[in-house]
C-alpha cells in the first residue's frame, strides 16, 4: 500500500532534548512538507522540500531543522531552541510544488515536552 | 494578503441532519486553488477535494457537495444526511498561482463537526 508514515505517533521529551521525528513515503513524490497544528488553529508549514538535497523553510522554521538525503525520507529535528514545541506535527507529501498539487498527509506525530 | 476563515468553530448536529460548512478567502491572485480536508480522531488530513479558480461549477460526490462562488469569495461545503462517522474536523485551504512553486497552502482554523447518533 502507498502512502506516508510517520513515527513515532506520540513523544514526549523533556525541555532542553532535541528530537526527531519520521517521516517516510512511497508515493514517488518529489515534494515533501512539514506543518505543525496547534488546538483550535490552522496547520502553519514549518519546512518543505522540492527535491532530494534541498529544503526550503516555511513561515515558522525557528527551532526546527530537516533533512532531504533521499526521495523517501523527510526528518524533522525540534531542537532545543523551539519555545514552545508541543504540538501535532504533520508531514505530507505531493508530486511536485505547484499550486494544482494536491498533498497528501501522514498520520502525524504528538510531540510533547514535559 | 491571502487569508481563509471559517468562522463555524464547532458544528453540532444530529445524524441525518444536513450541514454547511462555510470557507471564505481572500486573495489578490486571479489563479487559485481551493481545497477540502478532513481530520477524523487520527490525526490524518483527509484529502476531499480541490477545485480551481476557473472552474465555478458545483460538485456532488455522493452526500458530500462543494458549493463554489466567486462573487462572495466562498467555497462551502455541505454534508447531506449526516452520519456520525462524519464526525472531525474539516479544513479549507488555498493555494496561489503566484506564490510560486512554494506548494504553499494557506489553511483556515478547521470547523469541529460531531454527528449525534
Known amino acids: 500500500d502507498g502512502g506516508i508514515t510517520q513515527s513515532p505517533k506520540y513523544l514526549f521529551r523533556k525541555e532542553g532534548q532535541n528530537v526527531t521525528l519520521s517521516c517516510e513515503q512511497n508515493l514517488n513524490h518529489d515534494a515533501m512538507y512539514w506543518y505543525r497544528q496547534d488546538p483550535g488553529q490552522g496547520l502553519r508549514l514549518i519546512y518543505y522540500?522540492?527535491?532530494?538535497?534541498?529544503?526550503q523553510k516555511g513561515d515558522i522554521a525557528e527551532g526546527y531543522s530537516v533533512s532531504r538525503e533521499k526521495k523517501e525520507s523527510f526528518p524533522l529535528t525540534v531542537t532545543s531552541a523551539q519555545k514552545n514545541p508541543t504540538a501535532f506535527y504533520l508531514c505530507?507529501?505531493?508530486?511536485?510544488?505547484?499550486?494544482?498539487?494536491?498533498?497528501?498527509f501522514g498520520p502525524g506525530t504528538r510531540l510533547t515536552v514535559l | 494578503a491571502q487569508k481563509v476563515t471559517q468562522a463555524q468553530t464547532e458544528i453540532s448536529v444530529v445524524e441525518k441532519e444536513d450541514v454547511t460548512l462555510d470557507c471564505v478567502y481572500e486573495t489578490r491572485d486571479t489563479t487559485y486553488y481551493l481545497f477540502w480536508y478532513k481530520q477524523p480522531p487520527s490525526g490524518e488530513l483527509v484529502f476531499l477535494i480541490r477545485r480551481n479558480s476557473f472552474d465555478e461549477q458545483n460538485e456532488i460526490s455522493g452526500r458530500y457537495s462543494w458549493n463554489f462562488q466567486k462573487s462572495t469569495s466562498s467555497f462551502n461545503f455541505t454534508i447531506t444526511a449526516s452520519q456520525v462517522v462524519d464526525s472531525a474536523v474539516y479544513f479549507c485551504?488555498?493555494?496561489?498561482?503566484?506564490?510560486?512553486?512554494?506548494?504553499?497552502?494557506?489553511f483556515g482554523q478547521g470547523t469541529t463537526l460531531q454527528v449525534k447518533p
Open positions: 505530507a507529501s505531493s508530486f511536485g510544488v505547484l499550486p494544482t498539487d494536491t498533498q497528501y
Open positions: 485551504a488555498l493555494s496561489e498561482h503566484g506564490s510560486g512553486n512554494t506548494g504553499k497552502l494557506i
Open positions: 522540500s522540492q527535491i532530494v538535497n534541498d529544503f
